[in-house]
């Protein structure tokens, strides 16, 4: 069984982030980039249950610039077998990202795309979505506990009222929660070795499609600063100005 | 930057090991004086221990450029710990070069951190002069026998191997000494209590003493005679670790300071908004950077194979100096809290005062370096 796990290079997690003066977007020169942590937990998955003998290949796949191939070289690095770049300048928006990896999927035949819920610098949450409707794959969102069956897998799913599990027929999307694992450090020999395997290059025209942007930033903005508390007297003062102004109670 | 990818790549895991493993350890451990099996137990796996013994012996192969990296950044974690990997790396590097294949097999578990290993040089009456050594190691049939004593001995009390040095030869000076590989569990060896240290206090240093101990004719590491050239010749390697050691110390110093100087108030400001701290902040950074580029450039030498010895001990004495005084300007930022055990910048002053001394002390450093300089013919 293969696995396929997309990743996506954004701004470090550790960054403090500022907005561009302009407000077009946020400030991405001389900034730390690393792999997008829902990523690394899907990579984490993926080698997990090819150390359990449930996959036989890990796959990575990356779409962005070519920067994106040291962000791959880091999934190499903890256990991954190949990578696969797709490589474009232009903004990447969920919609063109699920294109191209159906394109990958189609390609590769995984049995499971394992693939983090959000990227932490849009949190679009839309990806994996989008490529289970694309592939007409079923699809386990926000997956805390990944189960292998015969033919299909068990998803424990981290829901507003709290865990459900759902059974999903394979081939199908999975996609990653924080509390799924705490991925590995990458070993200094699997670096070393890292270097040797196989990484293959595309281009989004390689499966047909237009990455031209449909959405349209307006205006990004850092949120406004909080105000001041301000101390209260007594318990009468403050149950007056839960129910009078702050209108909470 | 001047680093490759990979370089970068294995910097960034030692920092996140670091950040995550190691730091929140440190005040324990020093507290405790305790060996921290199980972090190098992980660190092992890791393959941070042997960082340069190549792929083909169980190593990953790395250069001493990224050698010092992972060492600065396991330091700014807690120096004993770097000092640690600084350890395995010699003894696996005296290893590589001059172990025979039957010795090197014993190269899978030191790196593995399953054989805890020693390197046994300094005696009561020789310290920075090596050739005082008064431990002798005679033959006896095909073998040898040793007898004598070692102190200040990182690992001792934990140690399963030593790597002993020994005079072979009374009349041949620097030429009549060998390097022995000795069982510690053998009959003859005995331990002495632990030392009681002001700082890197959760390295276990110790007395090893050597009577009528048996060794097999396989014990002798290299060739008889060489044994003060083979250590000599792990020395530049060992000044850069402890350089990186330094800058490591340092680098920890003064994100404490910043981290503290930015929340501390005084007079109604932060005092990170007072140009008296403001300076010292900026005193710590630039040379913290300095001991880091001279550290970067000797460990470049080494790996182009060009002479490094002025290099790594410009380095070894810059950093050490750079650690000893940028540290005391991080307890100064703290101030009465500086002073206090639990505050980390309290224990990496003391941390930081064995690098002056180990490795070579800094005034043999300066003695090197004026040497160097004085050699005919060299460009100063």
């Keep these: 069984m293969k696995l396929l796990v997309p990743i996506k290079r954004v701004v470090d997690y550790n960054v403090k982030i500022r907005v561009k003066a302009d407000g077009s977007g946020v400030e991405l020169a001389n900034v730390k980039m690393s792999m997008n942590p829902f990523d690394e937990i899907s990579v984490e998955e993926a080698l997990r249950l090819k150390e359990a003998g449930k996959a036989s290949e890990v796959v990575v796949v990356s779409i962005g610039p070519a920067k994106a191939e040291e962000t791959l070289r880091t999934a190499l690095a903890m256990g991954a077998d190949r990578a696969v770049l797709v490589e474009t300048d232009d903004a990447v928006e969920p919609l063109a990202v699920a294109k191209i990896l159906k394109g990958v999927a189609e390609a590769e035949q995984p049995s499971l795309i394992i693939v983090g819920k959000q990227a932490i610098d849009d949190d679009s949450n839309q990806t994996g979505q989008m490529l289970s409707a694309l592939l007409g794959w079923a699809q386990a969102t926000f997956a805390s506990k990944v189960e292998i069956g015969e033919g299909s897998a068990q998803v424990t799913r981290e829901v507003d009222g709290g865990l459900q599990t759902i059974d999903v027929k394979l081939p199908a999307v999975v996609t990653t929660d924080l509390r799924l694992n705490e991925p590995r450090y990458a070993s200094l020999p699997n670096i070393m070795k890292a270097k040797k395997k196989p990484l293959d290059k595309k281009t989004p025209s390689d499966f047909g499609v237009d990455m031209s942007p449909r959405l349209k930033v307006l205006k990004t903005e850092e949120p406004s600063g909080r105000k001041a508390g301000v101390k209260v007297k007594s318990v009468a003062e403050l149950v007056d100005k839960l129910k009078n102004e702050a209108g909470v109670l | ?380």
């Excluded at chain 2, 060489?226 to 110390?249: Q, W």
């Design chain 2, 1 to 380: 930057m001047y680093l490759t990818e990979t370089q970068e790549q294995v910097r960034d895991m030692a920092r996140a090991f670091a950040d995550e493993m190691i730091r929140p350890l440190a005040e324990e451990l020093d507290r405790e004086e305790s060996f921290p099996a199980a972090l190098y137990d992980e660190m092992a796996k890791l393959g941070l221990f042997g960082i340069g013994v190549p792929e083909a012996l169980g190593g990953p192969g790395f250069d001493t450029l990224t050698y010092a990296l992972v060492m600065e950044e396991l330091s700014r974690g807690y120096a004993s710990v770097a000092d640690q990997c600084g350890l395995v790396e010699l003894i696996s590097t005296l290893l590589v070069r001059h172990g025979t294949e039957r010795q090197q097999a014993l190269l899978p578990d030191i790196l593995g951190m399953r054989a805890k290993v020693a390197y046994c040089i300094t005696e009561p009456e020789a310290g920075t002069d090596v050739s005082g050594i008064r431990t002798t190691a005679v033959r006896d049939g095909d073998g040898w026998r040793l007898d004598g004593g070692k102190i200040w001995i990182h690992n001792a009390p934990v140690a399963d191997y030593g790597f002993v040095l020994a005079r072979t030869d009374k009349e041949a000076g620097n030429r009549g000494m060998s390097i022995f590989i000795v069982d510690l569990h053998a009959a003859g060896v005995e331990r002495g209590p632990k030392e009681h240290k002001m700082g890197q206090r959760a390295s276990q240093v110790g007395a090893l003493n050597f009577a009528d101990v048996r060794l097999s004719a396989d014990a002798l590491l290299g060739t008889e005679g060489r044994g003060f050239h083979m250590m000599m010749s792990v020395l530049d390697k060992g000044r850069v670790g402890i350089a990186s050691l330094a800058v490591g110390i340092g680098q920890a110093g003064l994100e404490a300071a910043l981290d503290y100087a930015g929340t501390r108030k005084q007079f109604g400001k932060a005092i990170s908004d007072f140009q008296g701290v403001q300076w010292l902040l900026a005193d710590m950074a630039k040379d913290i950077e300095a001991a880091r580029l001279l550290v970067h450039s000797a460990a470049s030498k080494i790996d182009s194979g060009a002479d490094a010895t002025k290099a790594c001990s410009i380095a070894k004495c810059f950093a050490g100096d750079m650690a000893v005084q940028r540290t005391a300007d991080a307890v100064q930022v703290f101030g009465g809290s500086g002073y206090i055990r639990g505050f980390e910048v309290e224990r990496l002053y003391r941390d930081a005062k064995i690098t002056q001394i180990y490795e070579g002390t800094n005034q043999i450093q300066r003695m090197i370096i004026a040497r160097e300089l004085l050699k005919k013919g060299a460009r100063a």
